[in-house]
């Protein structure tokens, strides 16, 4: 060290090494950070979706036949076509029964088409495609007891297969 020579080039080149490491960890803490709170947000989506569509095609639209002893059958994971074309109309309700009221919706049936189009982004989206069976108001016991029994997919006009495709963003 000379005269008057406050700091030495090791020390600062040192220094410089330091404040690069404890940059790169700051920097690798909150990319840690940053990726637990998308996770966090994905499996929150994930879950209200889940409970969405097991509310719609289990209580608020499911399809409800009577059996040949007069008595109403709620047939799970099904929707009624007429109800769910009712309670579209208004979409506000139709998430606040399903509970998810904060986030925009966009259901469709494979045969149908769109049925609630919110708009959607390519940021949060979580996304569930179910098989489940449609049925109009007219369908009765016969009509199911026919659908099953075919070894071909179901013909029959007032009970159908359809994929439903349900997506949540937030």
């Known amino acids: 060290m000379y005269k008057g020579q406050i700091f030495s080039t090791d020390l600062l080149f040192a220094m410089v090494i330091m404040i690069l490491c404890l940059g790169t960890i700051v920097s690798a803490?909150?990319?840690n950070l940053y990726n637990q709170k998308q996770h966090d947000i994905q499996k929150d989506?994930?879950?209200?979706t889940e409970t969405a569509i097991i509310i719609l095609t289990n209580s608020v639209a499911n399809c409800q036949i009577n059996d040949f002893n007069g008595r109403t059958m709620s047939l799970a994971?099904?929707?009624n076509t007429n109800k769910l074309t009712t309670l579209?109309?208004?979409p506000k309700a139709l998430k606040e029964a399903l509970a998810i009221q904060d986030?925009?919706?966009q259901i469709k049936l494979s045969t149908s088409g769109i049925i609630i189009n919110e708009?959607?982004?390519a940021q949060n989206?979580?996304?569930i495609d179910l098989s489940i069976m449609t049925c109009n108001s007219s369908a009765t016991m016969s009509d199911l007891n026919e659908c099953?029994?075919?070894s071909s997919p179901c013909n029959n006009p007032n009970i159908k297969m359809q994929t439903l495709s349900l997506k949540v963003e937030k």
């Open 29 to 31: 803490y909150e990319f």
């Open 88 to 90: 579209a109309a208004n």
């Open 103 to 105: 986030l925009n919706l």
């Open 148 to 150: 099953i029994n075919s």
């Open 45 to 48: 989506l994930k879950e209200k």
């Open 125 to 127: 989206i979580v996304g």
């Open 119 to 121: 708009e959607i982004n």
């Open 77 to 79: 994971y099904s929707i």
